[in-house]
């Protein structure tokens, strides 16, 4: 079984600009969760989706976006670049319910550097 | 909110030793724990897990124990092999039915001497 893709893997943008990420979950898993990931931060939750709706959102300001499609790809989108986005973005996916966080498999992530 | 937190941000241990990994959570109405391991240029990867109403469980050579009265979760890992070497995070999860959110702590890294 194919395991979470995100693309692209690397990306260099400037302030100002905005970026789009996309992750291909695995197949069955229906929620995608999304995490960034920074030195100083560690690992915080961006948003969860499932059936193409936002299920839980952290504490991300408004720049930081996502949607799910009908074949639970998503996507997540930041605009109006700063510094501080760099990061690397992590996608995670699993079937919904608490028991299947076991089976939650993340992605390699994409790596953010903002200029 | 709640906070997953580890209490030091390295741990270095020899060849064959066991480690021991500690973590604090603030959040008392956590249902469910997780240790997750992350190797350089990949993505977390799941370990083993805790629901709230346990206090130990076993995998292979791994062992999580959870202590709720001091809200204190540790991973153990039995004769240390150099493929441990990666960074190490506890995780909570607020089960809320349809919504659930996962809080990471900081991370350590576990380094392992030949």
């Known amino acids: 079984k194919a395991g979470v893709t995100q693309t692209p893997r690397y990306l260099i943008k400037t302030r100002g600009q905005q970026v789009t990420l996309s992750c291909s979950p695995i197949s069955g898993h229906r929620s995608v969760s999304w995490y960034q990931q920074t030195p100083g931060q560690g690992l915080q939750f961006l948003f969860e989706y499932f059936s193409e709706t936002q299920r839980n959102k952290g504490n991300f300001p408004g720049r930081f976006s996502g949607r799910q499609f009908s074949n639970s790809r998503s996507e997540m989108n930041v605009s109006t670049l700063e510094l501080g986005d760099s990061a690397l973005y992590l996608c995670?996916?699993?079937?919904?319910?608490?028991?299947?966080?076991?089976?939650?498999?993340f992605g390699p992530g994409t790596r953010l550097t903002v200029l | 909110g709640e906070s997953v937190g580890l209490h030091l941000p390295t741990l270095s241990v020899q060849e064959g030793d066991n480690s021991i990994i500690n973590c604090a959570y603030s959040?008392?109405?956590?249902?469910?724990f997780i240790w997750y391991k992350q190797e350089s240029g990949k993505g977390p990867q799941f370990i083993i897990d805790?629901?709230?109403?346990?206090d130990k469980r076993q995998g292979q050579r791994v062992t999580v124990l959870l202590n709720k009265t001091v809200k204190h979760l540790s991973l153990q890992i039995a004769a240390t092999q150099p493929g441990d070497s990666a960074v190490y995070f506890c995780?909570?999860?607020?089960?809320?039915?349809?919504?659930?959110?996962?809080?990471f702590g900081k991370g350590i890294t576990l380094s392992v001497r030949p």
């Open positions: 959040n008392s109405a956590s249902d469910y």
């Open positions: 805790i629901r709230s109403n346990m």
């Open positions: 995780a909570g999860v607020n089960y809320t039915g349809a919504n659930s959110k996962l809080t």
């Open positions: 995670a996916s699993r079937r919904p319910g608490l028991a299947s966080y076991n089976e939650q498999f």
